[in-house]
């Protein structure tokens, strides 16, 4: 069984969403054991034009969900990016496993040389679907799963590793 | 042309690695032409008890060469992590680089099955080749050369997410 287009994406992508719900959990109990109001984590940002917490998790739900559609020839549904309270932000991360976890391999295999147009702040991409995972997709879903974590481990959240990668 | 394990891990890891060296050059010049010492972007971390730098390039290092040396069946090489410059960190990302190259997809391919076993701080982890790759080596790969990125953008870098993504 080769590593298939269905098998580097979608798997991979509800494994760490859900990975990202639980540092998110951890987030919001670190608020509330500290009694810090959960918007200051929520609009945290590493630098002051770098994007906050929220941005981040709605980035890697949309990395998801448009690379998922995009693969499978199908319009990305729209989410309305107004998540700003933890349990929010718990309803996108669901929301984004519940749309994945609708394909099939059959939907995404064979997708390698699918031409794939993005628009990416005003600049128009063209890639196969194969470059498209895995030079575009993958290091792009990772960054902003890995942003989210930082923000939080920044703010002094107890967080490890292994909530990053989660269970083996 | 479906996305072998070769596919899936060499070529992302090079194309990676030389978005990371570029990353580190601004993170050079940035010290340079501020007047800071550049073991202080060096050695910065995001919190107290979160590796620095120069072990996040390090780990990034380590998880690519230590992926395609098991997968093929070779013992990973080891590099000493004494790198405190970033000319020396530039070497590594060179070196690291070199030696992903030295693999053919023969080499890679088909090990979907192959038995991987891990040491990871102390606990012993034991993966089929397919989900080291997808659920531990690239979640890990990417995690670090995004705290790396994010590390020097806290530092007030001026990068984009386009010297993380590379041209395409």
């Given at each position: 069984?080769?590593?298939?287009?269905?098998?580097?994406?979608?798997?991979?992508?509800?494994?760490?969403?859900?990975?990202?719900?639980?540092?998110?959990?951890?987030?919001?109990?670190?608020?509330?054991?500290?009694?810090?109001?959960?918007?200051?984590?929520?609009?945290?940002?590493?630098?002051?034009?770098?994007?906050?917490?929220?941005?981040?998790?709605?980035?890697?739900?949309?990395?998801?969900?448009?690379?998922?559609?995009?693969?499978?020839?199908?319009?990305?549904?729209?989410?309305?990016?107004?998540?700003?309270?933890?349990?929010?932000?718990?309803?996108?991360?669901?929301?984004?496993?519940?749309?994945?976890?609708?394909?099939?391999?059959?939907?995404?295999?064979?997708?390698?040389?699918?031409?794939?147009?993005?628009?990416?702040?005003?600049?128009?991409?063209?890639f196969?679907?194969?470059p498209y995972l895995l030079n575009f997709v993958l290091p792009?879903?990772?960054?902003?799963?890995?942003?989210?974590?930082?923000?939080?481990?920044?703010?002094?959240?107890?967080?490890?590793?292994?909530?990053?990668?989660?269970?083996?």
């Amino acid at each position: 069984m080769t590593p298939s287009m269905y098998h580097a994406s979608i798997p991979a992508f509800i494994r760490m969403m859900g990975n990202l719900a639980e540092v998110l959990k951890k987030g919001a109990t670190h608020a509330t054991s500290r009694k810090i109001d959960p918007t200051v984590l929520i609009n945290s940002r590493l630098f002051p034009d770098m994007l906050p917490l929220a941005r981040q998790v709605q980035i890697a739900s949309d990395t998801a969900k448009g690379c998922a559609a995009r693969l499978a020839g199908q319009e990305p549904p729209k989410f309305e990016d107004n998540e700003s309270t933890f349990p929010e932000l718990l309803a996108r991360t669901d929301k984004t496993v519940a749309f994945l976890k609708t394909f099939k391999p059959g939907q995404i295999d064979g997708t390698e040389d699918k031409t794939i147009h993005l628009k990416i702040g005003g600049e128009s991409l063209t890639f196969k679907g194969m470059p498209y995972l895995l030079n575009f997709v993958l290091p792009n879903f990772y960054f902003h799963v890995t942003t989210a974590y930082d923000i939080l481990r920044h703010n002094g959240v107890e967080l490890g590793k292994k909530d990053y990668l989660g269970k083996f």
